[in-house]
C-alpha cells in the first residue's frame, strides 16, 4: 500500500473507529489489528492482512479474540472451516478466517473501513446464529 | 447495547437477505462503533455509515 492509500485508510479509520485499530508492520507485511464490539456488547479483536499489491487485491481477515469461536451445536467453528453455511474460510495456523467482500465486489476504491464494517456484520449474524442455531447464510445471503 | 438489540439487527439482516421492504435502515455509530437498526423516517446521524449496501452487496462464499 502507497502512502497516499495508507493516509487515506487511516484518516477514515480514525473518524470511524478512533482508539480501536492499530497498523502493524512485521518486515514487509502489513497487517491492521482492530478492536470491535457487537451490539450485544461482546468485544472482538480482528486481523485485516494487507496483501502488498493492495488494494488491487483483497485482503483477508482473522479473527484473533477471542481464540475460539463455537457454532449453536458446540462445535468449534475452526473445526468445521471452510464452511459455506458459516461463511468462513479455511483458518489460517489454526485461526478463524472470516469471510467478507466477494472477489466478483472488491474492486480497488473498497477501503478497508469498508471491509471492517463487514466484518462486524459477520459478527453481529454470528452472534444471531449462537441464539437461533439459523446458518449465516440465512443473515448474510449464499 | 442488548441482546434485544441483536435480535432486531439479525431480523433486518434476514429480511434484506430475503429482498423484502423494510421500514428500517442498519447504521454504523462511531460513537459507540456499534451497528444500530433505525427507522427510514428518522434523520440520520450525519457522522453515521448506512451499512444497508454494504450488508447486502454479498459475502464471499466457498
Known amino acids: 500500500m502507497d502512502k497516499q492509500r495508507y493516509n487515506i485508510e487511516y484518516a477514515i479509520l480514525q473518524r470511524n473507529f478512533p482508539g480501536r485499530f492499530l497498523f502493524k508492520k512485521k518486515g514487509q507485511e502489513l497487517s491492521l489489528d482492530m478492536g470491535m464490539k457487537t451490539s450485544a456488547g461482546k468485544v472482538y479483536r480482528i486481523e485485516i492482512r494487507i496483501p502488498r499489491d493492495y488494494p488491487a487485491s483483497v485482503p483477508i481477515v482473522l479473527l484473533n479474540y477471542p481464540d475460539t469461536l463455537r457454532t449453536y451445536r458446540g462445535e468449534l467453528l475452526a473445526d468445521i472451516s471452510p464452511s459455506h453455511a458459516m461463511h468462513t474460510l479455511a483458518p489460517q495456523a489454526g485461526v478463524l478466517q472470516l469471510c467478507h467482500y466477494k472477489l466478483e465486489n472488491w474492486h480497488p476504491n473498497v477501503t478497508l473501513y469498508k471491509v471492517a464494517l463487514k466484518c462486524l456484520i459477520w459478527l453481529e449474524a454470528y452472534e444471531n446464529h449462537l441464539t437461533t442455531g439459523r446458518p449465516l447464510t440465512e443473515y448474510l445471503g449464499v | ?62
Open chain 2, 1 to 62: 447495547m442488548s441482546e434485544n438489540d441483536t435480535n432486531k439487527i439479525g431480523k433486518e439482516l434476514v429480511v434484506r437477505n430475503k429482498g423484502e421492504v423494510t421500514m428500517n435502515r442498519l447504521e454504523f455509530d462511531p460513537e459507540t462503533g456499534e451497528l444500530v437498526v433505525r427507522r427510514n423516517d428518522l434523520p440520520m446521524n450525519p457522522d453515521a455509515t448506512t451499512v444497508d449496501q454494504i450488508a447486502t452487496d454479498g459475502f464471499a462464499a466457498l
